[in-house]
């Protein structure tokens, strides 16, 4: 151990954010990527969506249970393996030639990478001193923030350019690195050790089942119309069965996968249900915007992915700022103005109309990511403040498996919200479209001697004229249902604000065991 001493902090670092960056990059990178993926695979888009759907299930089931497999393999060995089978997967799915062989692959990629994230968490916490853990989280951030905006820019740009299978190859230079950095400058702390208790098998098996049932119910449910589908139902009772006998039995088993004790700590379960808001609300914001770009403003999809880059560039900015201040100040007041100001931005987008550029969107974006620089590093900070080293592997791993359940959750909202509020406003608005409404009889006249002016015959101008207003109003729908889910967004953010006054401040960065 005392080799581990002597390596700088910042080595650690890098190394462990190599492989974390590239993980997380790989959960939106081949979203825009997909049509073309399809066509070359000979599959529809439905189908392709596997190639995300199975990544995101595997990585999932790994997520939770990253601590109990780091005792069990040695924290070290357990990067290797993940870094290495990940780089490996990524190599395969970019060579794959049929959808099967892919999603195969990106099973194997999902589940590699599953432990990534908790495990630099931990690592990170632990190379620094708990004065400096403020800075740790603030790089951790950079790469958990900003690599999901960076990825769909990211996966335009090489499908464009190149091919589809680049989004994969990418990762393979970035793996090599990973790997070099954590053989030299990775150690295992002297408390990780296998434990003497058999495997949890009970526990792991109904964790898969209920995580994996949930992920896909969360992915498919707009596609197959949520509770009309009987997949959908059957997956939504499977879940809640298994994870409902999963938590009875981690909390009565005497040697759990999962240790959800941890949850004692006040601090720490006001954090997990704050960053899985989070989680949440950053997720489904980014995929509003690209929608709102792409299907109303006529964005192409590579121009929408670098509209979005402004958020990326706040966080950037803020996030090594806010992880050097930390220190100085107390965090919840960080987190407090953090969920303010976040709430502030999506309002402001929740003002926007169909008329709105580039800079109506650029300026809101920015600032929100100076505001999850305010959140995300306090946020880390503060509940991990409490917990021992011995549990810090567990509660980094549930951690992170709730951040990302909340932004799948948020996407599904999100989708499926766009959808039932479009519909109410159509509803709405086509009842004021009348031929006894002057507005809506002037427009129509409107459009219709406009087309006939450029050689339509009036019976086709008439039609056009009516094809022509219902677009409108179909454009009109979308926008304001945009609109209410920002505002939304936004009142879930304030909602959320007293809950930091439930946290506890770490006294000097001293680590007290979590009971």
Same mark, same amino acid.
């Given at each position: ?50 190639? *995300? ?7 999932? /089931? =790994? ?7 780091? %005792? ?37 990629? #999902? ?13 990170? *916490? ?24 960076? #990825? ?39 408390? /990780? ?10 526990? $792991?098996? !109904?964790?898969?089942?209920?995580? #994996?049932?949930?992920? $896909? ?20 009772? &499977? ?19 999962? %240790? ?20 949440? &609300? ?39 700022? &806010? ?5 100085? !100040? ?39 990511? =100076?505001?999850?620089?305010? @959140? ?33 959750? #948020? =996407? ?16 709405? *608005? ?41 677009? !409108? ?5 979308? /926008? ?8 939304? @967004? ?9 809950? &930091? ?15």
């Amino acid at each position: 151990m005392s080799e581990a001493r002597q390596v700088n902090p910042w080595l650690v670092a890098i190394a462990v954010m190599f492989g974390t960056f590239m993980e997380v990059l790989d959960t939106t990178v081949v979203n825009v990527s997909l049509p073309h993926i399809a066509g070359s695979l000979s599959a529809t888009i439905d189908e392709a969506t596997w190639a *995300l759907t199975s990544y995101l299930v595997a990585n999932a /089931i =790994i997520l939770p249970i990253t601590g109990w497999l780091a %005792n069990y393999f040695g924290r070290k060995r357990l990067l290797m393996i993940s870094v290495t089978g990940f780089t490996l997967a990524s190599f395969f799915c970019g060579f794959a030639v049929s959808l099967p062989e892919l999603i195969v692959f990106r099973v194997i990629q #999902g589940a590699a990478g599953g432990a990534l994230q908790p495990l630099s968490q931990s690592v990170l *916490l632990e190379a620094f001193p708990p004065e400096k853990r403020g800075q740790a989280m603030g790089f951790w951030g950079l790469g958990i923030v900003v690599a999901p905006i960076l #990825g769909p820019v990211l996966g335009g740009w090489l499908t464009d350019t190149y091919s589809w299978r680049w989004v994969f190859y990418i990762n393979i230079p970035v793996g090599i690195a990973s790997i070099m950095m954590t053989r030299m400058f990775i150690f295992d702390p002297p408390y /990780i050790r296998r434990g003497t208790a058999g495997v949890d098998y009970w526990g $792991i098996g !109904m964790l898969a089942v209920g995580i #994996g049932s949930l992920q $896909i119910l969360l992915d498919k449910g707009q596609q197959e119309d949520w509770f009309s589908s009987h997949l959908i139902v059957g997956l939504l009772v &499977v879940s809640a069965l298994a994870l409902t006998a999963f938590v009875i039995h981690e909390m009565t088993t005497e040697a759990p996968v999962v %240790n959800l004790r941890v949850f004692r700590d006040r601090t720490y379960a006001t954090g997990t249900f704050l960053m899985t808001v989070l989680g949440f &609300v950053l997720y489904g914001s980014l995929v509003l915007l690209p929608i709102w770009m792409q299907t109303l403003l006529g964005y192409p999809a590579v121009v929408a992915g670098i509209a979005l880059a402004p958020r990326g560039l706040g966080s950037f900015l803020a996030m090594p700022v &806010v992880g050097s201040l930390l220190g100085k !100040m107390d965090p919840r007041k960080f987190l407090a103005f953090g969920l303010v100001l976040a709430a502030l931005t999506l309002l402001q987008l929740g003002r926007l109309d169909l008329n709105a550029g580039y800079w109506d969107f650029f300026w809101p974006q920015f600032v929100q990511g =100076i505001s999850l620089a305010l @959140l995300f590093v306090p946020l880390t900070t503060v509940s991990m403040g409490l917990i021992s080293k011995e549990q810090m592997g567990n509660a980094t791993s549930i951690f992170n498996l709730l951040r990302n359940t909340g932004g799948s959750v #948020g =996407i599904a909202a999100v989708t499926t919200l766009v959808s039932r509020y479009s519909q109410a406003h159509i509803n709405t *608005l086509v009842s004021h479209v009348t031929p006894y409404d002057g507005v809506s009889r002037g427009m129509l006249e409107g459009v219709t001697q406009g087309l006939m002016a450029r050689g339509s015959a009036p019976a086709v101008a008439a039609k056009q004229g009516y094809a022509a207003l219902y677009g !409108m109003v179909l454009r009109q729908a979308a /926008i304001l249902s945009f609109l209410d889910i920002f505002w939304l @967004l936004g009142l879930i953010f304030l909602v959320m604000v007293p809950l &930091v006054m439930l946290m506890r401040r770490p006294k000097g960065g001293v680590s007290v065991a979590a009971h």
